[in-house]
Structures are given as structure tokens and as C-alpha cells.
């Protein structure tokens, strides 16, 4: 299973570059790609603003494939077409993370996984908690030729939620927690490091 981690945008609201800020012992790109990993999917990085940056900080690591929306400006719809169209094989489906969640719990892929073996139909399956829906969420490859279609500026949530879908319980708050301000990303940088529960 593939897991597509949109990180092309420019962060204009956090005031710094989200994807190469620091986090633990790498970045907050990388701890989303290191919980893909470690959740035995294989992470597509998509990148656009500072690509060359991206692209180096993941060189030395083949188990990551790093690919460039040229027109990541447009949004992160454009992003995910992208990461799909590098996967080159067959497949059911894929994930999707955004690169600015680094509290991501592995666990919530592998709940995912479980309710695909139990369903037949294809459907999105979103991590929820407590009836809100969160991330990571699984699209399956079915949805991607009217994806496709649609128009550039297009919410890719509003068309899921349009199409048959599903969610599974997560019980971590992890699965709503991006880095939008700085005062965010310091506090939960902090707890983190301090290993306190931030919620």
C-alpha cells in the first residue's frame, strides 16, 4: 500500500516552512514519512515550494519517493494527482497524509487496512473520532478518473464526502492535529519532546 504525502505548499499562514521544520530527531515532514513507514506503507512525498530541499533531505533513503507538482500553487487537489500517478502498479487504493500532521499514530493506518479486508465495495475510508473525521484517509484507485476531472481549485473532501464513504474510530487526537501557527508548532513541539499528552 502506498501512502501520498502532499507537501507542496508555500505555509504563507505558518510564516516558516512547515515540511523541513524540526521535530524530534528530524522533521515534521519526515515524522509523517517515518509513521507511513513504520505503518509498512511505502510514502510518495509530493513537493513543489522548495522542492530541492525536500528532494535532498529524503536522497539518501530509497524506501521514499519524492516527486514535484509544477503546479502546486494551485492547491493540494493537483498534489495528490500527482503522488497517485507515481505509483506505476495496479492498486486498490491509497492513502493520504499531509506532511504538516506529525502526530499522525501509525495505528490509524493499520485500523484502515483492517476495514478494507472487511469491505468489498470501494469507498473512502476516513480515521474519526468521536463521529469527526480526520486523517489519514484511504481513497480508493476507483475514485481517481473523476478526480481527475475535477476542476483545479475543487475540495477533494467535499467530492469524498459526495462518494460513498466510511469511517474508523482512532482514539488519538492525532489524527486532527496540523501545524498552522507558531505558537502551535512550539507548544506541541514541546510536549512532544517532553513526552506529555498535548490534548
Known sequence: MYCVIPAAGRSSRMGAWKPMLPWNATTVCGAVVDTALSAGLKAIVVAGYRADELIAEFAGRPEVVVVVNPDWELGMLGSVRTGFGRIGEP?????????????????????????????????????????????????????????????TGSRLRDYLLRRPWASVEVDDEGIFVDIDTPEAYAALRDATERGADPF
Do not use: C, K
Open 91 to 151: 492498486v486498490a487504493g491509497f492513502f493520504v497524509a499531509p506532511a504538516d500532521m506529525p502526530r499522525l499514530p501509525a495505528a490509524a493506518f493499520g485500523l484502515i487496512a483492517a476495514e478494507l479486508r472487511d469491505r468489498a465495495e470501494s469507498r473512502a475510508i476516513f480515521a474519526a473520532r468521536s463521529g469527526r473525521l480526520g486523517h489519514p484517509v484511504w481513497i480508493p484507485a476507483a475514485f481517481m478518473p473523476d478526480i481527475a476531472s475535477l476542476d
